[in-house]
Each structure stands twice: as C-alpha cells, then as structure tokens.
C-alpha cells in the first residue's frame, strides 16, 4: 500500500488532540490552526477534512488515509460536494486578489446552511485567515455564534494579522510548532530535496519554507540577505544591489530574502529584548507592502532603509 497521500511530520501532538476531541463527541464546530507560514497547517486541514469525511489511514494513524481511498480522491480533486476550501484566486484575467473577498465568506456561510450531500460532515477552510479581509472576518461570526449542525469551519492562521477576540473565543486551537532538525529532514527526504543540510540551516523549523528554499533563485536570495546583514549598518552599493536583485528575482527569492531577515531579527530579540521592534518593522512592511500591492524590488529597498537605523546594524 502507498504511503499518506497528505503526508505530516512532527505534528502528532495537535493530531492527537484533533483525533481525542473526535472521540469525545464533542467535537467543536470551530477549529484556529496556528503558527507561521510553512508548517504544514494547510496539510493537516486537508487530512482532517478527509478524516471527516470518511477517509480512513490505518488503525494506529487514522488520519494517514492513501491516494487510492475515494474521499481523497475526491478532496484532491476538489470534488467533494461536503468540502468548501476558500483562498484567494485568480480572476478571469489571471490576476490574484490582495484577499479573500465578503462575497465569498458569504457562499461559504450558505454553503453551511445546505444538508450534507453525502449524509456526514459539511466542512469549510480558510486558507487563510491572515487574508480575509475585515468584512469577511465579520461575516463569520454568525457561523460561529449558531453553528449549524454537523458543520465544521477551520480557520488556518499564518499570525501576520491578529483574530478578532469574538473568533478566538469560539473556536478550539491548535498550535503547531516549527519543527526539531529531525522532523525537518523527514519531510526534506520524503520530498527528494538534495543538499538537505544547506536547506534545513534556511527552513528555520518550517518545511514548506525549506522546500521554497532549494529553488537555486532562493539559495541566492538568502546568501545575499545574509551578506546584507553583515554589512549593517551600512553595507556597500554592491551588497544592497544584489540583495534588490536577487530577493525581487521570484515569489520564493523574496520568501527566502525576507524569511532571512526575520529569523536574523528574531534570534538578536531572543537575545536582546531591546532589539524586538526590528522583528515588528520588518513585519510592519512586510504586511504593508501586501495591502498596497507594493512590487518586490520596492520593498525590498524599504527593509534596507529600514534596517540601516535598526538596534540590530548597531
């Protein structure tokens, strides 16, 4: 038999959580997935959306169902009629919207309110919450002050945008962690990544980062952040331009310039509280540069400026 068709390595803590509440019968009717990009949240909803569903792994991980069970089949193909996954999309005019619009909230919510087709669960994910905008989290509330029957919503959370307190409170969390070095070459080797130690110093404990991070435009992109760095506070045109170059080069070299510098922000504020607003700044322009659709070369040139003047260059 074929292996998970939604494999997941060092989560087992929030699975088992997910899988007691399951047999409880007390199963909430919302569910927050928590914890920074590339962890695998999105993996787990998926492998609890088709554990709901009736797809079954064996008895010992019954959430390890197989390509071959047909709700996977159905999931993967998008096809299931009891499954609502809501993300942003391209238009007709293959443009991404900055977010997940109220309208669509909407036909989630009349989704909700439609029987199960198939007699079971009527599951809805967001993925994610960090890209609803505020009319959208507003319209969930109604759901999740009277959930319908037999209804599940889970709210993936990246933690770039904080949940409305109303939310929080009427869902169940589950916090996944970024992963031990062992986990992290689990999913690099599951996925055939070569170099698997250059890529787990990047990943920072997240595996779908690590993955980003063996795209060769990646690994430069991360070497000229980590050159940039050590040139603060004032490094030399060549390095500035090649950190403008190589971050806007593609979506995964600005994933791993930026994802550089907030681990680099991170550790100094572990070490030196005082130098935490750093960690905020780069997030604070991060976010920004998403609401205003700022290209990437802008904003990498504003994370310079910005870190010229940091605690952390001095």
Request: hydrophobic share 40%; net charge neutral.
């Amino acid at each position: 038999m074929s292996g998970p068709a939604w494999p997941l390595f060092g989560h087992e803590g929030a699975e088992t959580a997910f899988l007691e509440a399951h047999a409880s019968g007390r199963l909430h009717h919302g569910w927050l997935i928590e914890g920074p990009s590339g962890l695998g949240k999105a993996t787990l909803a998926r492998r609890i959306a088709a554990f709901l569903l009736g797809a079954r792994g064996p008895a010992g991980a019954p959430l390890d169902a197989t390509a071959e069970d047909p709700v996977v089949q159905k999931v993967m193909a998008e096809a299931h009629p009891d499954l609502k996954w809501l993300c942003r999309r391209p238009d007709e005019k293959g443009k991404l919207p900055q977010d997940i619009r109220v309208e669509t909230v909407r036909e989630l919510l009349h989704f909700f309110e439609l029987r199960p087709a198939l007699g079971g669960w009527r599951i809805g994910v967001i993925d994610s919450h960090d890209e609803l905008n505020r009319f959208g989290a507003n319209a969930l509330l109604k759901t999740l002050e009277e959930p319908p029957a037999h209804c599940l919503l889970v709210l993936i959370c990246h933690g770039r945008v904080p949940v409305l307190p109303t939310i929080r409170s009427r869902c169940r969390r589950l916090r996944l962690s970024r992963l031990d070095e062992a986990s992290l070459k689990r999913v690099l080797e599951h996925h055939d990544v070569r170099d698997s130690d250059a890529v787990t110093a990047l990943a920072d404990g997240r595996p779908g980062h690590g993955l980003a991070m063996a795209d060769p435009g990646a690994m430069k992109a991360a070497e000229a952040g980590r050159a940039l760095l050590q040139g603060l506070p004032r490094p030399d045109a060549g390095r500035v331009d090649a950190a403008i170059r190589n971050a806007s080069a593609s979506e995964p070299a600005f994933d791993a310039f930026t994802g550089t510098l907030l681990k680099h922000a991170r550790e100094a504020a572990e070490a030196t509280p005082e130098t935490a607003e750093t960690w905020l700044e780069i997030s604070r322009t991060l976010s920004q540069a998403r609401e205003l659709a700022m290209d990437r070369a802008q904003t990498v040139a504003k994370l310079v400026a910005g870190l010229q003047k940091s605690p952390i260059s001095r």
